[in-house]
């Protein structure tokens, strides 16, 4: 390697420096330690002790585990379908608007606020005496508390705080296309729905991808809103993950079974997430 070339390759690592500090801190770092923590035994205030493989045994023997695992799955499973075809719609409508800065931003505040906050109004919406949607319907329906209903009302919540996050990637993507493909369908009779499901669709498989890995991502890691809404109950319905994981490391003071249970959940997440790529990479054309 020649002087000119050295000197490249460093300027090159200089540039890639202060995102390689961000990846190795922020990312490669915390799973060492999540890694570490997982084969110790510590109470956050003694001392800690190497246990092997114990937290491992435990945690996958555990049915509480499990429990919180299909629960997330199944929030998972109401919560990225919904989101997305609503946000498809909203996109949709969104794109056939000139300008439409504002609704966008009215979309998207749902998504901006904090998730506490929006749980703790959506409590006031869901509340049996009190509560304005019980108050339209003419009902009392123990929207938290009943254990059928439990797990969907907080799908809902979900589902209305992020779809118009999804119509915004939606938006983007479908303005992306080039207007010439469109119209060149219209001639050969692609309008309406055959024009969504023939050439929108089709071409906004890159931008699909994305919003269902991410979707699915946030759906497993959710916690703010279920910590706010109802704390996982009732009967444990929805007792998810993040909420299981919670409550090893901080009231059970147990965060080698919580770093076990972080562990498996990166794995199904990345399991799924090659899943998913998987069956777009043979499906998906980045360019139009």
């Known amino acids: 390697m020649d002087r000119r070339a050295a000197r490249r390759a460093v300027t090159s690592y200089l540039l890639l420096g202060p995102s390689l500090i961000g990846v190795g801190g922020f990312l490669l770092v915390p799973i060492a330690v999540v890694g570490w923590l997982s084969l110790h035994s510590w109470n956050l205030l003694g001392g800690i002790e190497f246990t092997g493989l114990r937290n491992w045994r435990s945690v996958l023997g555990d049915r509480e585990f499990g429990h919180a695992l299909l629960v997330t799955l199944g929030l998972t499973a109401i919560v990225v379908p919904v989101q997305t075809v609503l946000g498809f719609a909203v996109a949709v409508l969104l794109a056939r608007r000139r300008g439409g800065s504002a609704l966008r931003v009215v979309y998207a505040l749902p998504w901006m606020c904090a998730p506490v906050a929006v749980g703790v109004v959506w409590q006031w919406m869901f509340a049996p005496t009190e509560g304005a949607l019980n108050a339209v319907l003419g009902r009392r329906i123990e929207w938290l508390s009943e254990p059928a209903l439990a797990l969907p009302s907080v799908a809902a919540v979900s589902v209305w705080t992020n779809f118009g996050y999804v119509a915004l990637f939606f938006v983007a993507g479908i303005r992306a296309?080039?207007?010439?493909?469109?119209?060149?369908?219209?001639?050969?009779?692609?309008?309406?729905?055959?024009?969504?499901?023939?050439?929108?669709?089709?071409?906004?498989?890159?931008t699909m991808f994305f919003v269902l890995v991410t979707g699915v991502l946030a759906a497993f890691q959710t916690f703010d809103t279920v910590y706010a809404l109802t704390k996982g109950g009732p009967g444990g319905r929805t007792d998810v993950v993040a909420m299981r994981m919670f409550s090893e490391a901080f009231d059970a003071a147990r965060p080698g079974r919580a770093a076990v249970m972080a562990l498996v959940v990166f794995v199904v997440i990345f399991a799924v997430t090659v899943a998913q790529h998987r069956f777009f990479r043979n499906r998906t054309s980045y360019e139009s």
Do not use: C, H, S
């Not at 493909?181 to 071409?203: E, K, V």
């Open 177 to 206: 296309i080039p207007r010439e493909i469109f119209d060149a369908g219209a001639l050969d009779g692609a309008t309406g729905w055959r024009r969504i499901r023939w050439l929108t669709l089709p071409l906004l498989r890159p």
